[in-house]
């Protein structure tokens, strides 16, 4: 059964840093992308940027690039989404997603990691 | 990039039709058949309805249909259950990177 795990909730002040992680299971991590998806509260969904597990290259979204690090450790078949500073806009679910093969869709999907940003 | 335009919310009775329009740009939903829509309840991650524009994953029954014309694509539910109530959202590639729509929020009458 394909399993994607992630991190549990977390609450970190402004300026903390942070990496919420995302383990898959039961198929071959190597053979899919790995996104990450946040999701404010009331609001819609956004696609940050994703992840090839078996060289780690990465591409991001625009409004991401650059305040966000997406990264992978295909020893432990896990993906991670990390801040080095957080602040409280970035309070909000994310999720992550496994990529299908056939194409720019998202088959299986982790339970979500609620992060809290509050001083 | 912004965001694909949905409409806030439809609504339908047990057993009629629905559709949900998301219309984008020819950069994104004109410009690909990578058009995918996900079903989300509350509290609940997102689940894959609609794949390729019209493609249904194994488990996800056919009373759900996805369609595109030039920059708008759709997805319509006929034979409305009670259990369709729930956040749509539409997803297409955009050539580097890929793009939601805000949601719609579907309610069963």
């Known amino acids: 059964e394909v399993q994607l795990v992630q991190s549990g909730a977390e609450v970190k002040k402004p300026g903390e840093s942070l990496r919420i992680s995302c383990k898959g299971s039961g198929y071959s991590f190597t053979s899919y992308w790995i996104s990450w998806v946040r999701q404010m509260p009331g609001k819609g969904l956004e696609w940050m940027g994703r992840i090839d597990p078996s060289d780690s290259y990465t591409n991001y979204s625009p409004s991401f690039q650059g305040h966000v690090t997406i990264s992978a450790d295909k020893s432990i078949s896990t993906a991670y989404l990390q801040w080095s500073s957080l602040k409280a806009s970035d309070t909000a679910m994310y999720y992550c997603?496994?990529?299908?093969?056939?194409?720019?869709?998202?088959?299986?999907w982790g339970q979500g990691t609620l992060v809290t940003v509050s001083s | 990039q912004s965001a694909l335009t949905q409409p806030r919310s439809v609504s339908g009775s047990p057993g009629q039709s629905v559709t949900i329009s998301c219309t984008g740009t020819s950069s994104d939903v004109g410009g690909y058949n990578y058009v995918s829509w996900y079903q989300q309840h509350p509290g609940k991650a997102p689940k894959l309805m609609i794949y390729?524009?019209?493609k249904r994953p194994s488990g996800v029954p056919d009373r759900f249909s996805g369609s595109k014309s030039g920059n708008t694509a759709s997805l319509t539910i006929s034979g409305l259950q009670a259990e369709d109530e729930a956040d749509y959202y539409c997803c297409s590639y955009a050539g580097s990177y890929v793009v939601f729509g805000g949601g719609t929020k579907l309610t069963v009458l």
């Open positions: 997603a496994r990529q299908s093969q056939d194409g720019y869709n998202w088959d299986y």
């Open positions: 390729d524009v019209s």
